[in-house]
């Protein structure tokens, strides 16, 4: 079934590649703070609330934006500033910067859950929704956690920041890939 579907394909194929890119970033987040910034770990709280915040502020732009973007622009958009973002934390000075670059990370983290659960109902039956979320899902949790392994070695030999500008380029890669295959599906 999700073979059969580009939009499915683009969905899973999308996220499940862009955590290939960020799932280094869960691992690798508080050694970047500390270590690299020369930050507190006090700062960790309020860049999570940053995050979050943008979350729920993306969210309800989101339901204004939905009847005048398509679900295939929304998320590929947000795989975009999702991936331009994980980027960013390459090159950020310091703590406050980060807090900008979290907030625009939630903001753009928003497009691609919503509009990957749309993709997922409009893509299936009710009798065939639960396992194409539970393959999506199980794609999207290996990738991550392949990220994850692979993160600290990379980071020890290459460095955090060439780990997380790496990783902006993977996103952007994810979202080169569901463009194609939503320009490829038929409208």
Do not use: K, Y
């Not at 940053?50 to 729920?56: G, L, P, Y």
């Not at 749309?118 to 299936?124: G, N, P």
């Not at 393959?135 to 030999?157: E, K, R, T, Y």
């Amino acid at each position: 079934l999700i073979a059969g579907s580009p939009p499915l394909v683009a969905a899973l194929g999308g996220v499940a590649v862009t955590m290939l890119g960020v799932g280094a970033i869960n691992v690798l987040f508080i050694p970047f703070l500390v270590n690299d910034l020369g930050a507190s770990p006090a700062w960790a709280g309020p860049l999570e609330a940053a995050q979050t915040v943008a979350m729920v502020v993306a969210g309800g732009l989101i339901a204004s934006l939905a009847g005048r973007v398509s679900v295939p622009r929304l998320f590929v958009g947000g795989l975009v500033g999702l991936g331009a973002c994980v980027g960013l934390l390459s090159v950020v000075p310091g703590p406050v910067v980060l807090l900008a670059v979290m907030f625009g990370a939630g903001a753009f983290t928003m497009p691609v859950q919503a509009t990957t659960m749309t993709i997922v109902q409009q893509e299936t039956t009710d009798a065939t929704r639960g396992r194409v979320a539970g393959a999506l899902n199980a794609g999207v949790q290996a990738a991550s956690i392949g990220s994850m392994a692979a993160a600290g070695i990379l980071a020890d030999v290459i460095g955090i920041r060439t780990v997380f500008a790496i990783g902006g380029g993977i996103t952007l890669l994810a979202a080169l890939f569901a463009w194609t295959l939503f320009r490829r599906a038929p409208s």
